[in-house]
């Protein structure tokens, strides 16, 4: 040991501090950090659409912990500090701010519907949006004005939220396009360190991000699970496969 690693058995779950559809999020014998669980459990449609499948968990916590640290190195500041099991990794803990930051590059799901555009039209640019992270209102769109007046974030904030969520599409656009997998668009969450210093945080999964097969157009994500395709665990393991692969070239 080089480094001043706390070694893993020293690290203990204190009292759970939240528990979302996804994720468990434990206290840890630091204040600064938190220890995160990823469940089996599956949801949809604001909870409304139930499921679960062994293994679900482990593979979005490997991916999320194989992707932070290339953001890291990328420039992107995230609070993943490292894995601690399949199913568990250490993060700095964070004042989530309340807004779920959709970054697209094509137009699918909701923004599809909502604008009549079939399914993979191409934008011209990526379109950021907004959502009011509450479950009790279905995670209603909002700009940044109304986030700005409620107090949810300064401009400032925001104005670096949008810029580190396209720095983390730029970054993960080619790397999936890299391993044959078409980046569709994607949720960020954002949280504030006690310095005020933005960070990223939750997790980038096959829960949080549309992927579509680069050769076959094939659904690689969550929206398997949404509209009843099939084979949702073997799309999410080969992204797993295809995230963690070597790439040559
Ligand atoms: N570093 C962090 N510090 C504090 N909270 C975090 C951190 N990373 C993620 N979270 C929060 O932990 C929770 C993760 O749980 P999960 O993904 O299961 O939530 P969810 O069911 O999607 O619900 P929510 O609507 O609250 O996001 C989220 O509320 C997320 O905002
Ligand atoms: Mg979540």
Redesign the pocket.
Known sequence: MTHAHIPHTHIHRGELK?E????R?YASSNPAE?I?EYKDEATAFNAQKRGEWAGKGATNNAITAHLYPKLEAAGIPT?FIEKLSDTEQR????T?IPVEVIVRNVAAGSFAKKLGLEEGTALSRPVVEYCY?S?ALGDPLVNTDTAIALDWATETELTRVRELALNVRDFLTPFFLERGVKLIDFKL?F?KLPDGTVIL??EISPDTCRFWDAETGEKMDKDRFRRDLGGVEDAYAEMLRRVTAPVDG
């Open positions: 939240y979302g559809k996804a994720k999020v938190y995160v609070h993060v700095k803990a964070v989530i992270k479950d969450e949280g945080a939750d």
